[in-house]
């Protein structure tokens, strides 16, 4: 697609972690309607960069640029619904951007699709936090969260809790408490140094080569628990863990933390033993005998996906570890990660004279 130069006005970037080890995971939801939740904001991050443009009647007024996807299209404003990208179109028409200005809109993630880390909750928040320069007022990181989970609930009619945009949005480690969905207060935890190092130095993250869809298990999930309440014994044992996770952070007592991650990803195999894919209860079982100290299935669980390990002190043993997962099937892949001390950033740069 040839794009005609013309002048940029503004470029706007904006970034947004994804998260991982979601322990609590399934009680931010609507049928939970109360949860405890604790989950970790990493690198690498998901990426928006907006180019705008004076709208002197073009037809292009708003260009869409998917780059993982290799997608370089014209979004036609006035058509209904959306189709290529329906949460970058929705998320777009949302925000209800000024009619004066035309936009060329990038995306861009080193995070796989589909990998159970909340990657399209980052993206989408992202987008909205970088959209948000372009209209009157500011938004809270807590305001961009809600905005963008919004979009895939009402807008899309997703099934989506509220954890993974707001790790999106704060960044670094959470303990989140949902006292009626979608309302949640946020608190981020605070460690000294050393122990945040540690934490970084013994995670790990696996891409089980498969992209993560919802599928019939998680509706008949869903359905099986929305008949059993939101206090029933599946979702209780799994807001048990957030605190655990909380507590043992603090302490630093990784051993402890292991044990809430691996507490959690058993209470999702009660859930639906389908959950737990076969692809990860085999890293689980490499794990192991590596002395893990603990695992959690990213995400909801199911078939592909991710899982995020908790390593012992030994960075031998991890390198040793991932070379290993990475032997046994030729899908699965580490993903380098790094925690991330901030959330949604955005930022205009100084433009070179003359624009485009």
């Not at 928006?48 to 014209?74: K, L, M, T």
């Not at 628990?225 to 043992?248: F, M, V």
């Not at 030729?330 to 950033?345: E, M, Q």
């Amino acid at each position: 697609m040839t794009e005609p130069k013309r002048k940029i006005l503004r470029m706007i970037n904006s970034v947004a972690p994804i998260r991982i080890c979601d322990n609590g995971g399934w009680t931010d939801t609507w049928f939970a309607k109360h949860g405890k939740i604790f989950n970790i904001g990493v690198y690498p991050y998901a990426e928006v960069q907006i180019e705008v443009y004076p709208y002197e009647g073009q037809h292009d007024r708003i260009i869409i640029h998917a780059e993982n996807f290799g997608e370089h299209y014209v979004r036609d404003p006035d058509k209904s619904g959306w189709d290529r990208h329906p949460l970058l179109e929705a998320a777009i028409e949302y925000m209800r951007l000024p009619r004066n200005l035309a936009f060329k809109v990038t995306l861009f993630s080193e995070a796989p699709s589909g990998g159970s880390t909340g990657t399209s909750a980052s993206v989408t928040v992202a987008l909205v936090g970088a959209l948000d320069c372009l209209t009157p007022g500011r938004l809270t990181p807590y305001e961009v969260a809600r905005a963008a989970q919004l979009i895939e609930t009402d807008l899309l009619k997703q099934q989506c809790g509220i954890q993974d945009q707001l790790c999106a949005a704060y960044g670094g480690i959470n303990y989140i408490e949902m006292d009626a969905y979608p309302h949640a207060a946020v608190s981020p935890l605070h460690v000294p140094n050393s122990t945040w190092w540690e934490l970084e130095r013994r995670l790990v993250l696996i891409y089980l080569g498969r992209s993560h869809s919802s599928s019939k298990i998680h509706e008949k999930v869903i359905r099986e628990l929305e008949n059993a309440g939101p206090d029933c014994r599946q979702i209780a044992d799994l807001r048990l863990t957030a605190p655990k996770s909380r507590d043992a952070l603090y302490a630093g007592d990784f051993k402890a933390l292991g044990g809430a991650m691996i507490e959690n990803t058993e209470a999702q195999g009660r859930l639906h033993a389908e959950l737990i894919s076969p692809e990860a209860h085999q890293i689980i079982q490499l794990a192991s005998e590596f002395g893990v100290q603990g695992w959690k299935v990213n995400g909801a669980g199911g078939d592909g996906g991710s899982l995020t390990l908790l390593c012992d002190e030994s960075s031998y043993r991890k390198r040793a570890l991932i070379q290993a997962i990475e032997g046994a099937n030729p899908l699965f892949k580490n993903i380098p990660i790094y925690l991330s001390r901030h959330g949604l950033r955005v930022w205009e740069p100084v433009l070179s004279t003359g624009g485009q």
